[in-house]
T-cell receptor, first 113, second 114 residues
Framework: AQSVSQHNHHVILSEAASLELGCNYS??????LFWYVQYPGQHLQLLLK??????LVKGIKGFEAEFIKSKFSFNLRKPSVQWSDTAEYFC???????????FGTGTKLQVIP | EAQVTQNPRYLITVTGKKLTVTCSQNMNHEYMSWYRQDPGLGLRQIYYSMNVEVTDKGDVPEGYKVSRKEKRNFPLILESPSPNQTSLYFC?????????????FGPGTRLTVL
């Protein structure tokens, strides 16, 4: 079975600090990778996605993620966080073999002004 | 406006009293899914549907039922709710389940079972 690990459960940063959230998955075949964001009291929204091609993908609000196939990783980054980035972030993996999507357990990011 | 709607948004009920949470999408999506979100466990898939009359179990289907009689609707049924089903539930849809597209999520239903 495929699995997704997000090792950082709760991250606290000051505004302007750089962010990197880890995501590792277990499936060895072709995968599609996603990061979703859930702002307080809201539903999940797509932040960015990787299907193929350039392994460095850019999403909304200055976020980017790098797919490293050899490390089974898809880490999320942002050079300078803002207070408005306070949210919970979920990594998700879709594998054609299973025809299903698996979400990680989420990382809560708190940005202090 | 393209959206996924869920009703009710909040529900408090008692053990054993059957309930249904409705989910509807207006994007003509084939794939629909139900998740529950619990602290520290992330989102776990309950059931999904690849199309009308095609449903399958996700990772945590026990205690739940679903049906997909129409493309736009995918209700979640709890025949006999128990306190361990207290959770935040999300419905989601995507264009197709055979090649993955991003999922669009509903606003969530917070269920408390006493």
């Amino acid at each position: 079975a495929q699995s997704v690990s997000q090792h950082n459960h709760h991250v606290i940063l000051s505004e302007a600090a750089s962010l990197e959230l880890g995501c590792n998955y277990s499936y060895g075949g072709t995968v599609n990778l996603f990061w979703y964001v859930q702002y307080p009291g809201q539903h999940l929204q797509l932040l960015l996605k990787y299907f193929s091609g350039d392994p460095l993908v850019k999403g909304i609000k200055g976020f980017e993620a790098e797919f490293i196939k050899s490390k089974f990783s898809f880490n999320l980054r942002k050079p300078s966080v803002q207070w408005s980035d306070t949210a919970e972030y979920f990594c998700a993996v879709y594998s054609g073999g299973y025809q299903k999507v698996t979400f990680g357990t989420g990382t809560k990011l708190q940005v202090i002004p | 406006e393209a959206q996924v709607t869920q009703n009710p948004r909040y529900l408090i009920t008692v053990t054993g009293k059957k309930l249904t949470v409705t989910c509807s999408q207006n994007m003509n999506h084939e794939y629909m899914s139900w998740y529950r979100q619990d602290p520290g466990l992330g989102l776990r898939q309950i059931y999904y549907s690849m199309n009308v009359e095609v449903t399958d179990k996700g990772d945590v289907p026990e205690g739940y039922k679903v049906s997909r009689k129409e493309k736009r609707n995918f209700p979640l049924i709890l025949e006999s709710p128990s306190p361990n089903q207290t959770s935040l539930y999300f419905c989601a849809s995507s264009a197709s389940g055979t090649s993955y597209n991003e999922q669009f999520f509903g606003p969530g239903t917070r269920l408390t079972v006493l």
